[in-house]
Protein backbone atom coordinates (compact mmCIF):
# COMPACT_ATOMS: atom_id res chain seq x y z
CA UNK A 1 0.00 0.00 0.00
CA UNK A 2 1.63 3.37 -1.55
CA UNK A 3 1.57 6.19 1.32
CA UNK A 4 -0.64 9.02 1.41
CA UNK A 5 -0.10 12.69 -0.35
CA UNK A 6 -0.69 13.86 3.22
CA UNK A 7 1.94 11.39 4.75
CA UNK A 8 4.42 12.33 2.10
CA UNK A 9 3.46 16.34 2.39
CA UNK A 10 4.24 15.28 6.53
CA UNK A 11 7.63 13.56 6.13
CA UNK A 12 8.87 16.30 3.53
CA UNK A 13 7.68 19.06 6.10
CA UNK A 14 9.24 16.94 9.43
CA UNK A 15 12.57 16.49 7.29
CA UNK A 16 12.57 19.75 6.69
CA UNK A 17 12.07 21.07 10.44
CA UNK A 18 15.00 18.29 11.25
CA UNK A 19 17.33 20.01 9.66
CA UNK A 20 17.56 22.82 12.32
CA UNK A 21 18.22 22.18 15.82
CA UNK A 22 15.21 20.93 18.24
CA UNK A 23 16.27 23.86 20.85
CA UNK A 24 15.19 26.58 18.61
CA UNK A 25 11.71 24.26 17.60
CA UNK A 26 11.43 24.50 21.46
CA UNK A 27 11.79 28.13 22.08
CA UNK A 28 9.77 29.23 19.30
CA UNK A 29 6.77 26.65 20.00
CA UNK A 30 6.95 26.98 23.64
CA UNK A 31 6.72 30.64 23.20
CA UNK A 32 3.64 30.65 20.91
CA UNK A 33 1.83 28.26 23.30
CA UNK A 34 2.51 30.71 26.39
CA UNK A 35 1.19 33.44 24.34
CA UNK A 36 -1.74 31.54 23.52
CA UNK A 37 -2.66 30.16 27.18
CA UNK A 38 -2.44 33.59 28.53
CA UNK A 39 -4.73 35.03 26.12
CA UNK A 40 -7.24 32.48 26.74
CA UNK A 41 -7.11 32.27 29.93
CA UNK A 42 -7.02 36.29 30.19
CA UNK A 43 -10.60 36.18 28.17
CA UNK A 44 -11.40 33.38 29.99
CA UNK A 45 -11.38 35.27 33.45
CA UNK A 46 -12.76 38.36 31.43
CA UNK A 47 -16.02 36.24 31.17
CA UNK A 48 -15.90 35.01 34.68
CA UNK A 49 -15.26 38.48 35.45
CA UNK A 50 -12.53 36.96 38.18
CA UNK A 51 -9.63 39.41 36.43
CA UNK A 52 -7.26 40.49 38.55
CA UNK A 53 -5.70 43.55 37.38
CA UNK A 54 -2.91 43.63 39.72
CA UNK A 55 -1.36 41.03 38.96
CA UNK A 56 -0.12 40.04 42.16
CA UNK A 57 2.70 37.91 41.22
CA UNK A 58 3.20 38.27 37.51
CA UNK A 59 6.69 36.10 37.51
CA UNK A 60 4.73 33.03 39.02
CA UNK A 61 1.62 33.95 36.68
CA UNK A 62 4.01 33.64 33.42
CA UNK A 63 6.25 30.61 34.80
CA UNK A 64 3.30 28.99 34.89
CA UNK A 65 2.29 29.28 30.89
CA UNK A 66 5.65 28.69 30.18
CA UNK A 67 5.87 25.42 31.81
CA UNK A 68 3.04 24.68 30.51
CA UNK A 69 3.71 25.60 26.96
CA UNK A 70 6.98 23.47 27.14
CA UNK A 71 4.78 20.78 28.04
CA UNK A 72 2.65 20.84 24.90
CA UNK A 73 5.49 21.61 22.74
CA UNK A 74 7.25 18.22 23.86
CA UNK A 75 4.27 16.78 23.42
CA UNK A 76 4.03 17.56 19.60
CA UNK A 77 7.86 17.02 18.91
CA UNK A 78 7.82 13.80 20.22
CA UNK A 79 4.10 12.71 18.78
CA UNK A 80 5.51 14.41 15.10
CA UNK A 81 8.67 12.36 15.96
CA UNK A 82 7.00 9.02 16.76
CA UNK A 83 4.54 9.43 13.20
CA UNK A 84 7.76 10.61 11.21
CA UNK A 85 9.35 7.07 12.31
CA UNK A 86 6.84 5.05 11.71
CA UNK A 87 6.28 6.25 8.49
CA UNK A 88 9.63 5.69 7.60
CA UNK A 89 9.88 2.34 8.07
CA UNK A 90 6.42 1.74 6.87
CA UNK A 91 7.64 3.30 3.78
CA UNK A 92 11.44 1.03 4.02
CA UNK A 93 8.76 -2.09 4.01
CA UNK A 94 7.20 -1.40 1.05
CA UNK A 95 10.39 -0.96 -0.76
Given at each position: ?????????????????????????????????SVILYIAT?????????IDISFVVPVIRIAKFVFVGLLITMVFYYKGQYRYYKLKAKASEEL
Open positions: MSQSTADKRFIKEWELQRKGSPVGFFILYTIIWFFFSLVLRT
